[in-house]
Nanobody
Framework: VQLQASGGGLAQPGGSLRLSCTASGVSINNKPVMWYRQAPGEQREWVAR???????EYAESVKGRFAISRDNAKNTVYLQMNSLKAEDTAVYSC?????????WGQGTLVTVSS
């Protein structure tokens, strides 16, 4: 099982980015997937999750601005990030829970700056 995260980059405050997390070796359908982030000098924090039944949940800091979705055909989970703020700057990583294990993708850097 491998996860490949991509889509990070530089965005201006108020801008948008869409992160992708593509799985190989396992179908993401009906699997819980989560996004985390770690800002420089900070602890990693949970950002969003999509449960196996499709239920979504968000950290208060991103609620109303970020949205997690899934494309089963592409075996990919997305994190749409809108109204970006400087404090959203971080390395974002995705995690899949499967058969009692956590599988992590490598991080993708998001920088929000003017």
């Amino acid at each position: 099982v491998q996860l490949q995260a991509s889509g990070g980059g530089l965005a201006q405050p108020g801008g948008s980015l869409r992160l992708s997390c593509t799985a190989s070796g396992v179908s993401i359908n009906n699997k819980p997937v989560m996004w985390y982030r770690q800002a420089p000098g900070e602890q990693r924090e949970w950002v969003a999750r999509r449960a196996s039944n499709g239920y979504t949940e968000y950290a208060e800091s991103v609620k109303g601005r970020f949205a997690i979705s899934r494309d089963n055909a592409k075996n990919t989970v997305y994190l749409q990030m809108n109204s970006l703020k400087a404090e959203d700057t971080a390395v974002y990583s995705c995690k899949l829970y499967y058969w009692g294990r956590d599988y992590w993708g490598q991080g993708t850097l998001v920088t929000v700056s003017s």
